[in-house]
């Protein structure tokens, strides 16, 4: 097996398990509530898999729209794991890093919210095969949004948080796949304020 990059222990460590009660938010689920609607507007699909997915607080969202829709995670810290499976007991959950992840079906809708922007670089490349090796249909981009790579502290550390083009990248090594639509997510929303996140629609052709 090959080393953990430095951004996979980050996660998998003190600071990932902390982030848990921070993010512990149901406003957040309302927010996203609205983002998966129209994100996911008129889709049909039966199961989905969240790369990176906590505790569960994206799949909760998306299970308010789609209740009947099969879910599947791949999350990296064993904590979140832990409380994502307590939270969502038929969740089928792989607790382990994304870049060595074994035995991960095909599902309708392949879901990356606020993932990306956490892995080394050097890594997105393997990363995208798999998104695309994991989706017989639809992929889904929730990230921060760049047009050319940038990297940024985040809270007080660096080489944790990067900005680029993670669907155009995605776009570039499969042609095939379409853009259905995409959108903005703004923090001074009035009703439903998140992250300054920009989201992507992918389908496969």
Known sequence: MSKRSDQEDFWAGDFGTTYINRNDDRNLIAGNTQLFAEALKGLNFHSILEIGANIGQNLSAIQNLHPNASLSAIEINATASTELSKRHPDCKVWNTSITEAEGIPEHDLVLSKGV??????????AVYKRILEWSNKFILIAEYYNPTPVSIPYRGHEDRLFKRDFAGELMAIEPSLSLVRYGFCYRNDPVHPLDDITWFLLEKN
């Open 116 to 125: 990306l922007i956490h892995l080394n670089p050097n890594l997105l490349e």
